[in-house]
């Protein structure tokens, strides 16, 4: 099974860029549908961007044109470049892998917009 380690989050202004990593472990992404998810105090987790196997992206419509989810197979790592940062993207940020009916996460990266 494979392990998933989230890095990048911090502190930026509204308008501000970021980039996460998913540096993974244990196995290789390539075979996974690999995702971002985000969770905000109060709210549910919710789907942000995923990534599929054969390269297929797709986005929630809040973050449309805004980020970037992709993959570096040979550093078996996935990214989530979130530029034109807006205070409601505030959230603890987790990296998904699904494979096979199961889903694995990692511990979370906490992403906080303010000025």
């Known amino acids: 099974q494979v392990q998933l380690v989230e890095s990048g989050g911090g502190l930026v202004q509204p308008g501000g860029s970021l980039r996460l990593s998913c540096a993974a472990s244990g196995s290789i992404i390539s075979m996974y549908v690999m995702a971002w998810y985000r969770q905000a105090p109060g709210k549910q987790r919710e789907l942000v961007a995923a990534s599929t196997r054969g390269g297929s992206t797709t986005y929630a419509d809040s973050v449309k044109g805004r980020f970037t989810i992709s993959r570096d197979n040979a550093k078996n790592t996935v990214y989530l470049q979130m530029n034109s940062l807006k205070p409601e993207d505030t959230a603890v940020y987790y990296c998904?892998?699904?494979?096979?009916?199961?889903?694995?996460w990692g511990q979370g990266t906490q992403v906080t917009v303010s000025s």
């Open positions: 998904n892998g699904y494979l096979n009916r199961n889903d694995y």
